[in-house]
């Protein structure tokens, strides 16, 4: 009860502030409305940060969790302000409309859960994860789980894996990590946010594939690790590229993306080859437009875009990450992208200096 | 004046129904469209393939199709055991008595019960039960969807069923009884030969209920995208595909899911045009 007071007089106290432009720390531009669309997977950081932004800068945003699909749409139909997206868009997708920048805004994972009666600790590497989720490895006392798991009785039962039933980034994530690791997965069933997987059964949404778990003994799935690290379910650990066994948390998820970062920011790094990396995490991002001057934008509209993502990748906001279950942007990422927004214009002229 | 306004009022209410049935069918058919010209009618119909891989897409609404009658079959199988005996205990032979106002209370309760209700007990009391009773590994699938939504459509089948028993002439039952026929005699005899085409019809109406059951059915059926080869095994129906996969869905998925939904209008139409002018012809017998 008390909570849902508090979130009631934030809520007040932000309105409160949007309507009279409040302690707004840009004096020269009015608060703006920004709105956005696209991607769950980040939409509780995304929550925390819009909420303590238009505290402290007056702007109000609003976020559409509809989806890295539709958020991409609504971006290409000129409706939104900013896209939220799991997956960077493909050169195709780049090449149909206007020029268009990534911004990361923090990492998460894909984790994969399991019940087993009596099995607290299940180690796995990426081809075991391919095969099960081909039906290949059928037991879950086949000989190649236990020999990565000595010690731990691992019953004489079926394993029936569960999928995601609707189109996800986090389905995209998962296979395409199982894309990088075994070439019969890359040859049969590839990578994208839906997937003919053989065997198994499907529950829509994160939350759908982690009670399907916890109800289903012998289940293993995959889950967004912001998902999975609030629920406390049991998940792998997995082997990554440098043969350790590496459990996912804030630390080694960031430790994924410590190696190289291609300019533009657009690149998959699961399957990463950084010391104490876990194997399947991604980034998530904030597509804009290079040129903000579209659909009757005013330039204060689109000064306010780049405060928000500013905002974003500041130090402060990256630090609420691991709080919300994310894990925050390595070093990289922030100066790649913080000299990508310089690059955004507004009827050709930069608008940061 | 005052006549005129109403009479004016009462037509465009009533009109505004026919224009939004025609602009759902319109909008179905329009956004269909790619999806039946990219596939063919019958092909689409009559396919098995549902392939995201980009470039070679291919959409076919079979297992689909397979899945909801599967299901309906199976709940409409599922729910006769319960309904008709309600229907016969509060028509017949409790007719008019206090317990038979208050079980058909109770199971008229049943159809006001949301479908997430069913859903989730469906998933959290049903399912542990069939793996427990070894039926099948993961608890999900055809059977019990088909169980849950068998419930569902019990209230609309008994209440519809009794009403037409009630309608039943007491003097052919008399008749029945003087010439020294038992109570079953006359159930068997006289009540469904007469109520027959009625009863029948209160099928048909529950079964289109069962038809178009979205959420319960994809909490239980299992969500997987094959034309299932047995009554345990996993599948999706038209409806649940949809809840699925909208969300995500664009271009040429967009429009086979939307093509998906054109044809459960279409066979729910039916099915209920069916039942509507079965009744007709019973109310005349």
Request: aromatic fraction near 10%; proline fraction near 4%; hydrophobic fraction near 45%.
């Amino acid at each position: 009860m008390k909570k849902i007071f508090q979130s009631i007089m934030t809520l007040v106290i932000a309105f409160a502030t949007v309507a009279c432009g409040g302690n707004s720390n840009n004096e020269n531009r009015k608060p703006q409305e920004l709105s956005g669309a696209g991607a769950t997977f980040p939409l509780p950081f995304y929550n925390v940060v819009f909420e303590e932004y238009s505290k402290t800068n007056g702007d109000a945003i609003a976020y559409g969790g509809i989806g890295s699909g539709g958020g991409v749409r609504n971006l290409r139909d000129k409706i939104v302000d900013f896209a939220g997206s799991d997956a960077f868009l493909s050169d195709k997708e780049m090449a149909e409309m206007a020029p268009v920048i990534h911004i990361p805004t923090c990492m998460g994972a894909v984790v994969l859960a399991y019940n087993i009666d009596g099995v607290k600790e299940l180690k796995l590497s990426g081809e075991v994860i391919a095969d099960i989720f081909s039906g290949k490895i059928k037991m879950w006392n086949d000989e190649r789980l236990t020999a990565l798991n000595p010690g731990v009785n691992l019953p004489e039962a079926s394993i029936i894996p569960v999928y995601r039933s609707d189109g996800s980034g986090t389905t995209f994530v998962f296979t395409d990590y199982l894309t990088k690791i075994s070439t019969a997965w890359s040859s049969t069933y590839g990578a994208g946010k839906s997937v003919n997987f053989p065997i198994g059964q499907a529950a829509k949404g994160n939350p759908g594939v982690a009670s399907v778990i916890q109800q289903t003994p012998n289940t293993i799935g995959y889950v967004g690790s912001e998902y999975a690290f609030a629920q406390n379910i049991p998940y792998a650990s997995i082997q990554n590229q440098r043969g350790e066994f590496v459990l996912p948390s804030s630390k080694s998820i960031s430790a994924a993306a410590s190696g190289e970062i291609p300019a533009d920011t657009r690149c998959s790094i699961t399957n990463s080859d950084a010391i104490g990396a876990y194997p399947i995490s991604t980034f998530t991002w904030m597509v804009i437009y290079k040129e903000q001057n579209y659909s009757d934008r005013t330039k204060e509209q689109a000064t306010a875009t780049l405060d928000l993502l500013q905002y974003i990748l500041s130090d402060e906001t990256q630090a609420i990450t691991s709080e919300v279950h994310y894990a925050p942007l390595p070093k990289k990422a922030k100066e790649l992208s913080l000299k990508n927004l310089k690059t955004v214009t507004y009827d050709g002229i930069t608008i940061l200096q | 004046m005052n006549d005129k306004l109403y009479k004016i009022l009462l037509f465009v209410a009533t009109l505004t129904m026919p224009i939004v049935c025609g602009g759902v069918m319109y909008a179905l058919v329009t956004d269909a469209y790619d999806a039946f010209e990219h596939f063919g009618f019958f092909k689409f119909l009559t396919s098995s393939d549902w392939n995201y891989t980009d470039g070679s897409e291919q959409y076919g609404a079979l297992p689909f199709i397979t899945g909801t009658l599967m299901t309906t079959l199976l709940a409409l199988i599922f729910c006769i055991p319960f309904s008709l005996p309600v229907a016969l205990f509060v028509g017949e032979y409790f007719n008019g008595t206090k317990i038979a106002a208050i079980l058909s209370t109770v199971t008229d309760l049943l159809a006001g019960i949301p479908s997430i209700i069913y859903g989730l007990w469906g998933f959290y009391t049903l399912r542990p039960l069939i793996m427990a009773f070894d039926i099948s590994p993961q608890g999900s699938g055809i059977l019990t969807a088909s169980l849950v939504l068998a419930i569902m459509i019990v209230p609309y089948a008994a209440s519809l069923s009794a009403e037409f028993i009630k309608m039943v002439p007491n003097d052919l039952k008399e008749g029945a009884y003087s010439l020294g026929a038992t109570h079953a005699e006359v159930i068997r005899k006289i009540v469904f030969p007469v109520a027959g085409s009625g009863i029948f019809s209160s099928y048909i109406l529950a079964i289109g209920r069962a038809l178009g059951e979205t959420m319960t059915v994809t909490m239980l059926i299992g969500n997987t995208n094959n034309i299932p080869d047995s009554i345990t095994s996993t599948g999706n129906s038209m409806a649940s595909i949809i809840a699925n996969q909208f969300g995500e869905a664009d271009d040429l998925r967009l429009s086979s899911l939307i093509a998906i939904g054109l044809a459960l209008f279409l066979i729910t139409a039916i099915i209920n045009m069916i039942g509507k002018i079965m009744i007709k012809r019973a109310r005349i017998a």
